[in-house]
């Protein structure tokens, strides 16, 4: 259990993955950035004890770039497997990092995978790959960037079963930075309080949210002995804002919160 990476539950997201990957049902994760997707997929592949591929998706993914390509080596051509074929061939797990990022020719080959029939055709080979009973097809994306010209097609999102991440409420965040940190509760609680304070200016002032993977660069500062209110404007705000006024603005938030203390333990006490 050890080589399971943490994750804290928050609802029946651990059971409903689990009867999707016994049914060999696709999924797709939507939430915001940071909120711990990427942490979740990790979780319930190794705790699955099944390979993971992750493949972070942009504006020039190719289909190649998923399926695989011919390259030239020692005089030679040879087939080399993208990772989605890859993960079909070994029965792994591969999740699709803000699937909607990918263009949507790219995204068109998950079709047939994520339907009943479960293949792969590989058309500069010949081949049609058979997905292994353990292969499981797993994306996800931010509903917060969704515009005309960045959404998921329906015929493609109806493929999928869907849960829904946000960020956890405070007692489920204050123990998710503790520990990945080692922070103090009471730190960890005032990082909390702040970036749910800055969470209520989404969509007003800022463009997204402070999220829990800020929140555990700032404790990662602070547990090493940075000053907390310095931690903060490197690890938190800075990050969420390039306008010089707004970070300012946010600052005060931040010193409004945070309650600088000499007793933060760090890990390199002499």
């Known amino acids: 259990m ?19 990957y016994n049914n060999q049902l696709p999924l797709l994760i939507k939430g915001p950035t940071g909120c711990g997707k990427t942490r979740f997929i990790q979780h319930m592949a190794a705790k699955l004890n099944r390979p993971l591929y992750t493949v972070a998706c942009h504006d020039d993914l190719t289909a190649a770039d998923l399926v695989g390509r011919h390259l030239i080596g020692d005089g030679e051509t040879y087939w080399q497997d993208g990772p989605l074929t890859k993960a079909v061939r070994e029965g792994a ?7 909607v990022e990918a263009r949507k020719d790219t995204t068109v080959v998950l079709h047939p995978l994520s339907d009943d029939r479960r293949i ?3 058309e500069r080979t010949g081949e049609v790959l058979t997905a292994s009973p353990e292969f ?9 960037y969704q515009n005309l010209l960045k959404g998921m097609k329906p015929s493609t999102r109806q493929r999928f079963i869907s849960m829904r991440f946000d960020y956890s409420n405070i007692e489920t965040e204050t123990t998710i930075v ?7 509760k009471d730190t960890a609680t005032q990082l909390i309080e702040l970036a749910h304070a800055l969470r209520v200016l989404k969509d007003h002032d800022l463009e997204e949210s402070a999220s829990t993977r800020l929140l555990v660069y700032a404790a990662t500062l602070i547990k090493s002995g940075f000053d907390p209110i310095d931690a903060c ?5 800075e990050p969420l804002s390039d306008d010089e006024e707004t970070v300012e603005a946010l600052m005060e938030v931040v010193r409004a919160k945070i309650v600088q203390t000499k007793s933060v333990a760090t890990s390199r006490d002499i």
Request: charged share 15%.
């Open 93 to 99: 797990i591969c999740y699709l990092d803000e699937v």
């Open 120 to 122: 792969l055709p590989i």
């Open 233 to 237: 404007r490197a690890a938190i705000i």
């Open 136 to 144: 499981m097809l797993v994306v996800s994306y931010n509903p917060g």
């Open 2 to 20: 050890s080589d399971i990476p943490f994750y804290q539950n928050q609802n029946n997201e651990v059971e409903l993955f689990g009867h999707a």
């Open 178 to 184: 503790q520990q990945e940190t080692q922070i103090d």
